[in-house]
């Protein structure tokens, strides 16, 4: 399995302080996710890169921004945490077989913002 | 757009019997790939098994079945001879166009083992 590290696991915050989230991966993956999971909403892509400072939106990008300046690192902040936006953060690495594009999990980061 | 339906919320097997768990999926890239992942409740995220839109054959792997039907559109996850830790929520998810790595997830099952 690839080696996905998130930090911090839990946190709690107040509404209006910013938060960052870091995932680190130790195989050299290209591709990187951040997902955010909501009971009856499944996973949905907030960011993803496909490099080193190359970073596109997903479907629910709004509120948040990300920076990868090395391989390995992900990046996710809040800028001004809102009650919206508590929820697990999966970050995911592109791994596997070059034609499956199966995805890496990471654990797992649950905010709560108060 | 890519979507990805799953219409059972919940759902409850009996020890050592069969379940099918629902996907379908709305697509209009000609190649795409399916998946189901596995979130037992310590949160993680397991990798079940993946079927290709052109691969010939149903995916398997050990108790996992893929019953893929291309002209449904549909994707069910089969697990056989269920056991109490197959209790977990179920994703379906699909990649899109070949190149392209994002996974597009579904809402999930949740599947209860009774002994």
């Known amino acids: 399995d690839a080696g996905i590290t998130q930090s911090p696991r839990h946190k709690v915050t107040e509404t209006g302080t910013p938060v960052t989230l870091r995932c680190h991966q130790t195989?050299?993956?290209?591709?990187m996710y951040w997902y955010r999971q909501d009971p009856g909403h499944g996973l949905r892509l907030i960011h993803y890169s496909y490099g080193v400072k190359d970073t596109d939106k997903g479907e629910v990008s709004d509120g948040y921004s990300v920076s990868r300046s090395k391989t390995e690192d992900f990046l996710l902040t809040l800028e001004s945490a809102t009650s919206s936006q508590t929820s697990v953060y999966f970050c995911a690495t592109q791994g596997g077989q070059e034609n499956t594009g199966e995805l890496f999990f990471g654990e797992g980061s649950r905010l709560t913002v108060l | 757009a890519q979507k990805i339906t799953q219409t059972q919320p919940g759902m409850f097997v009996q020890e050592k019997e069969a379940v099918t768990l629902d996907c379908t999926y709305d697509t209009s890239d000609p190649s795409y790939g399916l998946f189901w992942y596995k979130q037992p409740s310590s949160g993680e995220m397991i990798f079940l098994i993946y079927q290709g839109s052109y691969d010939q054959q149903n995916a398997t792997e050990g108790r996992y079945s893929l019953n893929f039907q291309k002209a449904r559109k549909s994707a069910n996850l089969v697990i056989s001879a269920s056991q109490l830790g197959d209790s977990a929520m179920y994703f379906c998810a699909m990649r899109g166009r070949a190149g392209s790595y994002q996974l597009t997830f579904g809402k999930g099952t949740k599947l209860s083992v009774i002994p």
């Open positions: 195989e050299n993956h290209r591709y």
